[in-house]
């Protein structure tokens, strides 16, 4: 056997023994938010994806409740930015301690979590059944910077001229 074909083997041999995480989510059928918010209990248990902007978040006795305006995904699982593409609102709940000063109002999140239920709670004048999921992993997506603009050039300046000086005048000036 010649030496040159066993890196070749090598990478052939270790890809046939990995499995993506493409593989692992084409595998098992995904659950979508509309699913689950007409139907929370039916799904209970189940571990599923979603992400949005955080409306506010709130630490009770027993855990941190964090109430989010659901978005759909982009590929890289972070949520779009476009308002108007949202199915509805979900709380999100985690047991440990989190500070809901480190998720304020207008954040942007991806949680994975399992399906707890529903809870009703108000919502200005009505009552509204919000979707719970109990959080397993919660991605803050920091905000996006604005690119400085570049001011156009829009006609001579200071430094205008043949000789490109501050100083330099085409008449004399004594």
């Known amino acids: 056997?010649?030496?040159?074909?066993?890196?070749?083997?090598?990478?052939?041999?270790?890809?046939?023994?990995?499995?993506?995480?493409?593989?692992l989510e084409s595998s098992?059928?995904?659950?979508?938010?509309?699913?689950?918010?007409?139907?929370?209990?039916?799904?209970?248990?189940?571990?599923?994806?979603?992400g949005g902007k955080v409306l506010a978040a709130k630490r009770l006795k027993e855990a941190t409740r964090i109430e989010i305006l659901q978005l759909p995904l982009a590929s890289s699982l972070k949520p779009t930015l476009d308002l108007s593409k949202s199915q509805g609102r979900f709380m999100a709940t985690k047991k440990e301690f989190l500070d809901p000063a480190t998720i304020p109002a207008g954040t942007f999140v991806t949680i994975t979590g399992e399906v707890a239920g529903?809870?009703?709670l108000p919502l200005d004048e009505t009552d509204y059944?919000?979707?719970?999921?109990?959080?397993k992993n919660l991605r803050v997506w920091p905000k996006?910077?604005?690119?400085?603009?570049?001011r156009p050039y829009i006609g001579p300046g200071p430094y205008w001229g043949p000789y490109w000086s501050p100083y330099w005048r085409p008449w004399p000036y004594w």
């Not at 248990?45 to 979603?50: D, E, H, W």
Request: aromatic share 10%; net charge negative; hydrophobic share 40%.
């Open 1 to 23: 056997m010649s030496w040159r074909w066993l890196p070749v083997l090598a990478v052939l041999l270790n890809a046939s023994g990995c499995a993506t995480t493409d593989d």
């Open 28 to 50: 098992s059928p995904r659950v979508t938010y509309t699913q689950v918010s007409a139907s929370p209990e039916t799904f209970t248990g189940q571990t599923v994806t979603f």
């Open 118 to 120: 529903s809870v009703i």
């Open 129 to 135: 059944a919000y979707p719970v999921v109990e959080i």
């Open 144 to 150: 996006e910077e604005e690119t400085p603009r570049i």
